[in-house]
T-cell receptor
Framework: AQSVTQLDSHVSVSEGTPVLLRCNYS??????LFWYVQHPNKGLQLLLK??????LVKGINGFEAEFKKSETSFHLTKPSAHMSDAAEYFC?????????FGSGTRLSIRP | EAGVAQSPRYKIIEKRQSVAFWCNPI?????LYWYQQILGQGPKLLIQ????????DSQLPKDRFSAERLKGVDSTLKIQPAKLEDSAVYLC??????????????FGDGTRLSIL
């Protein structure tokens, strides 16, 4: 069985400070893992994906994520937050034709 | 490349009425997905197609929801009759790979459905 847990429903950081959005997963098979971002009234946009190559994955807009099999985690990070990063972020796991979305983390940026 | 197109963007209907949503995926994408996103929640997969065949519709409420993908390109999702609990954003996505593969999904902007 597969599952995804986003550990924080809401994260608030100051502009220019680091961002950490946490995601834990479980999967019976080798999973593919994704992070998507959703701005208000928009569809989801792919930030990055892990597909069993390098464990540190770089994405768009300065985001990156590290796959840690021993911890079953795929946390999303960014060194310095920008006001335009304010959005909803979803962690997604796929394997064996199954697709599971996390419940989302809303990221707020304080000026 | 053109993205995933959905229409309409917004729809307001009364309960027990019917409604249909349309999706045009990215050209060449074999797999198409329909999701329901209730306010404050993550998307919930309703149905996925590979070409014009249904791969998984286990979470589609088949007593009121139906979907088709004729000719393996465009798709329509229908609700008949609508209930208040169907108020949500309906997202369409497409991908190059087979369902559940490591290929990313490309999403449309969604249709926001409000049931009065």
């Amino acid at each position: 069985a597969q599952s995804v847990t986003q550990l924080d429903s809401h994260v608030s950081v100051s502009e220019g400070t680091p961002v950490l959005l946490r995601c834990n997963y479980s999967s019976s098979y080798s999973p593919s893992l994704f992070w998507y971002v959703q701005h208000p009234n928009k569809g989801l946009q792919l930030l990055l994906k892990y597909t069993s190559a390098a464990t540190l994955v770089k994405g768009i807009n300065g985001f990156e994520a590290e796959f840690k099999k021993s911890e079953t985690s795929f946390h999303l990070t960014k060194p310095s937050a920008h006001m335009s990063d304010a959005a909803e972020y979803f962690c997604v796991v796929t394997s064996a034709s199954k697709i599971i979305f996390g419940s989302g983390t809303r990221l707020s940026i304080r000026p | 490349e053109a993205g995933v197109a959905q229409s309409p963007r917004y729809k307001i209907i009364e309960k027990r009425q019917s409604v249909a949503f349309w999706c045009n995926p990215i050209s060449g994408h074999a797999t198409l997905y329909w999701y329901q996103q209730i306010l404050g929640q993550g998307p919930k997969l309703l149905i996925q197609f590979q070409n014009n065949g249904v791969v998984d519709d286990s979470q589609l409420p088949k007593d009121r929801f139906s979907a088709e993908r004729l000719k393996g390109v465009d798709s329509t999702l229908k609700i008949q009759p609508a209930k208040l609990e169907d108020s949500a954003v309906y997202l369409c996505a497409s991908s190059l790979g087979f369902p559940g593969s490591n290929q990313p999904q490309h999403f449309g902007d969604g249709t926001r459905l409000s049931i009065l």
